[in-house]
């Protein structure tokens, strides 16, 4: 099976065109309101920084709350009894999006292998530098799914096969859809030993900033879906994409509610989703990364 085959169908389906459609409704009227002021442009970076910060984390089982978050990348406050690790990787993850921001301001700049490995870099150096911004030499498994990724020796051919692939893809189909293909595609090579999902997660964000969308922050209490979605188009013989398109739509419409509720916008809400990015009162637990 190709890499390509894996990255599944194009998705024509009337609820996932819905979604995008409300989606560029919002972006329509945030469009409208810009320029924003350096203060403004800085304030909404910084509160997002935060909020992907955690929840990126935290669905890989980090056990930092949203505030704990705040207090480290803001003021430089640690708070005791938390493991050192998941202090690195919330300084990690706020190094690497601001990288990620650096990168969004060239609108039309494709993905590279440079950026990606220096993305990991940045997020992964405190964690575990040797591994830092390097391909794995080891197999890896991912648990609760059939699916398993490409062979050590194989990823750096796979690497530059889902380069290509995402490149002749962009421009093709609706923004969101192309950052949702960018995190699955990116998730299915699995390149490094940890930290994939993370990488996964901030890859598509660039994409979505660059088309001028806000970003999409997926709600640890939404880990289950958000697995179970990944698992569905990487499983059977015909994948099926649609399930994980309309969750990263349905991400992206609320964040977008957000910036328009710090920007005094009307903000209309249907009901679509609930929660914003709220801490979730579950177990955290430590797996492998998606």
Do not use: W
Request: aromatic share 8%; hydrophobic share 35%.
């Amino acid at each position: 099976m190709t890499y390509t085959r894996k990255v599944g169908f194009m998705v024509q389906d009337n609820c996932k065109n819905k979604l995008f459609e409300k989606a560029d409704r919002y972006k329509e009227r945030i469009d409208a309101v810009r320029p924003l002021t350096e203060r403004e442009i800085k304030n909404l970076e910084e509160y997002f920084k935060i909020g992907l910060t955690y929840s990126s984390n935290a669905i890989e089982g980090n056990t930092l709350t949203l505030s704990e978050t705040k207090v480290l990348l803001e003021d430089g406050l640690t708070v005791g009894g938390k493991p050192i690790r998941d202090y690195y990787e919330a300084i990690g993850h706020g190094n690497a999006f601001d990288y990620m921001l650096s990168l969004a301001i060239k609108q039309d700049a494709p993905i590279t292998e440079e950026q990606i490995l220096k993305i990991h870099k940045l997020f992964y150096t405190l964690v575990d530098e040797g591994d830092a911004g390097i391909y794995r030499k080891e197999r890896v498994f991912i648990t609760g799914t059939e699916y398993i990724p490409p062979a050590p020796d194989k990823v750096p051919a796979a690497m530059k096969e889902f380069i290509v692939c995402m490149k002749t893809i962009s421009g093709t189909v609706h923004p969101i859809e192309y950052a949702s293909l960018v995190h699955k595609g990116f998730v299915d090579v699995h390149p490094f030993i940890d930290g994939n999902g993370r990488t996964a997660r901030l890859l598509m964000n660039l994409v979505l900033i660059q088309a001028g969308y806000g970003i999409a922050i997926i709600p640890p209490i939404r880990r289950g879906e958000y697995i179970d979605a990944l698992r569905i188009s990487q499983s059977g013989k015909k994948l099926d994409n649609k399930p994980f398109l309309c969750l990263i739509a349905e991400c992206v419409i609320e964040t977008q509610k957000d910036y328009c509720r710090l920007l005094g916008l009307p903000v209309k809400d249907n009901g679509l989703i609930k929660s914003r990015i709220i801490e979730p009162e579950i177990k955290k637990t430590k797996e492998p990364e998606r």
